[in-house]
């Protein structure tokens, strides 16, 4: 048994043994768990894909006059003024002011609120219009300029959904091409799409939130972050393996960290042709090996990962609940699936090979001492369904 003041003393004194999700498997296999888990301190976690569920609030500070924003665009983005004076939120899915979306489908979506997050990271020059209907102490109706990340009071990223434990395999059983957020799907089963870094995953690696909970420290793109919520769908209430590790999509995180500590590389808006715009962010989470079935847990490889392959002509619009199969995520990322007795070539929307260098960064800063784990203050919920939007006439 570890407690966190125990391993954060050994992170200060630069002593800790460190490891990503990906090595600690092979350790474990040589030392044994109980060798293992006295000797290792932390095992580091990762991902890198589209968490459309993104955001961030800025504040721009007052005009001279004064102007209230009520409507605001970011590079002709438009950002929600439902707040404070001088506050806004952009969201990562908010397609550009005149794209015709899918008016002449598939539709491109060139630019969006994920490609305006980029930038501003990135420190480039945003142009910002913001309208007002005038106030007496707010009088100015009208203001066009330019600005970087900083020129800004702050930029907070505030995130209500990201890491997905476990999620969907698409494919189309239909007999023409679709378009979807997890990319084309050519027809009669041709393709299948999946977006999880697997046995890199972190709610994969802490399947009953047994250390990932409120306030838990994280690597938000480079930043220091924390989980500040459960994130929203979070519905824990699944079908799990023998191992605690669900057979769906189940728990989520809430986060949020300070987007001027960001580093470029690990946010990048994406164009989903057909569908949308999103952002792709890099985000690490530690986990601390406060004892053995905390570890063992931590040591989940791909091949024990199953995730469910759904139709994403008819079953997943309509909500059909019908799973096609389940398939292992080793089996998704050879490159291909069976699915009712036909060969399915897949293809990732995320990136492995990203995730693994978040946690390898993430590994470094822990080793170094610059990086302390927290302790949750709250658990995620354990237990909870996900509820549907009802259409009711009254």
């Given at each position: 048994?570890?407690?966190?003041?125990?391993?954060?003393?050994?992170?200060?004194?630069?002593?800790?043994v460190?490891?990503?999700?990906?090595e600690i498997i092979?350790y474990?296999e040589r030392?044994?768990?109980?060798?293992?888990?006295?000797?290792?301190d932390?095992?580091?976690t990762?991902?890198?894909?589209?968490?459309?569920?993104?955001?961030?609030?800025l504040?721009?500070?007052?005009?001279?006059p004064?102007?209230?924003m009520?409507?605001?665009?970011?590079?002709?983005?438009?950002?929600?003024?439902?707040?404070?004076?001088?506050?806004?939120?952009?969201?990562?899915?908010?397609?550009?002011?005149g794209d015709?979306?899918?008016?002449?489908?598939?539709?491109?979506?060139?630019?969006?609120?994920?490609?305006a997050i980029?930038?501003l990271?990135a420190?480039?020059?945003?142009?910002?219009?913001?309208?007002?209907?005038?106030?007496d102490?707010?009088?100015?109706?009208?203001?066009?300029?330019?600005?970087?990340?900083k020129?800004l009071?702050?930029?907070?990223?505030?995130?209500?959904?990201?890491?997905?434990?476990?999620y969907?395999?698409?494919v189309?059983?239909?007999d023409r091409?679709?378009?979807?957020?997890?990319g084309v799907?050519?027809p009669n089963l041709?393709?299948?799409?999946?977006?999880?870094?697997?046995?890199?995953?972190?709610?994969?690696?802490d399947?009953l939130?047994?250390?990932?909970?409120?306030?838990?420290?994280?690597?938000?793109?480079?930043?220091?972050?924390?989980?500040?919520a459960?994130?929203?769908?979070?519905?824990?209430?699944?079908?799990?393996?023998?191992?605690d590790?669900p057979t769906?999509?189940?728990?989520?995180?809430?986060?949020?960290a300070?987007?001027k500590?960001?580093r470029?590389?690990?946010?990048?808006?994406?164009?989903?042709v057909?569908?949308g715009?999103?952002?792709?962010?890099?985000?690490?989470?530690?986990?601390?090996?406060?004892?053995?079935?905390?570890?063992?847990?931590?040591?989940?490889?791909d091949?024990?990962?199953?995730?469910?392959?759904?139709?994403?002509?008819?079953?997943?619009p309509?909500?059909?609940?019908k799973v096609?199969a389940?398939v292992?995520?080793?089996?998704?990322?050879?490159g291909e699936?069976?699915?009712?007795?036909?060969?399915?070539?897949?293809?990732?929307?995320?990136?492995?090979?990203?995730?693994?260098?978040v946690?390898?960064?993430?590994?470094?800063e822990?080793?170094?001492?610059?990086f302390?784990?927290?302790?949750?203050?709250?658990?995620l919920?354990?237990?909870g369904?996900?509820?549907?939007?009802?259409?009711?006439?009254?």
């Amino acid at each position: 048994m570890k407690t966190y003041d125990e391993i954060n003393a050994k992170i200060e004194r630069r002593q800790a043994v460190v490891m990503s999700a990906e090595e600690i498997i092979g350790y474990v296999e040589r030392k044994g768990l109980a060798a293992a888990a006295a000797e290792v301190d932390v095992v580091t976690t990762a991902t890198f894909g589209a968490m459309c569920s993104s955001g961030c609030f800025l504040n721009f500070g007052h005009a001279k006059p004064r102007l209230r924003m009520t409507q605001a665009w970011i590079d002709d983005v438009e950002a929600y003024c439902g707040i404070a004076a001088v506050d806004v939120y952009l969201g990562a899915t908010q397609i550009r002011r005149g794209d015709p979306a899918n008016l002449y489908y598939p539709g491109e979506f060139r630019y969006g609120g994920g490609h305006a997050i980029e930038r501003l990271v990135a420190g480039e020059r945003l142009e910002l219009h913001a309208q007002s209907y005038g106030t007496d102490d707010y009088p100015q109706r009208e203001l066009r300029t330019w600005f970087t990340i900083k020129d800004l009071n702050q930029a907070i990223r505030v995130n209500p959904r990201n890491c997905y434990q476990n999620y969907n395999v698409a494919v189309n059983a239909s007999d023409r091409t679709i378009h979807t957020y997890l990319g084309v799907l050519g027809p009669n089963l041709r393709n299948a799409g999946y977006s999880s870094a697997g046995q890199l995953s972190p709610l994969l690696n802490d399947p009953l939130y047994e250390t990932i909970g409120i306030g838990t420290s994280v690597w938000l793109a480079g930043a220091r972050g924390i989980v500040h919520a459960e994130g929203t769908q979070h519905a824990p209430t699944v079908e799990r393996g023998a191992n605690d590790v669900p057979t769906e999509g189940a728990g989520t995180l809430g986060l949020t960290a300070d987007m001027k500590a960001m580093r470029p590389r690990f946010v990048r808006g994406l164009s989903l042709v057909g569908y949308g715009v999103s952002l792709a962010l890099g985000i690490g989470i530690p986990i601390p090996v406060l004892n053995e079935r905390v570890l063992a847990h931590a040591t989940v490889r791909d091949r024990e990962i199953l995730a469910p392959v759904i139709d994403y002509s008819g079953d997943y619009p309509n909500r059909t609940g019908k799973v096609l199969a389940r398939v292992s995520y080793e089996q998704l990322s050879s490159g291909e699936i069976e699915v009712q007795g036909r060969k399915v070539e897949a293809a990732a929307l995320s990136s492995y090979a990203m995730a693994l260098e978040v946690a390898n960064l993430l590994a470094d800063e822990i080793r170094r001492g610059e990086f302390l784990l927290s302790p949750p203050s709250r658990p995620l919920p354990r237990e909870g369904t996900f509820k549907p939007l009802v259409a009711r006439k009254r």
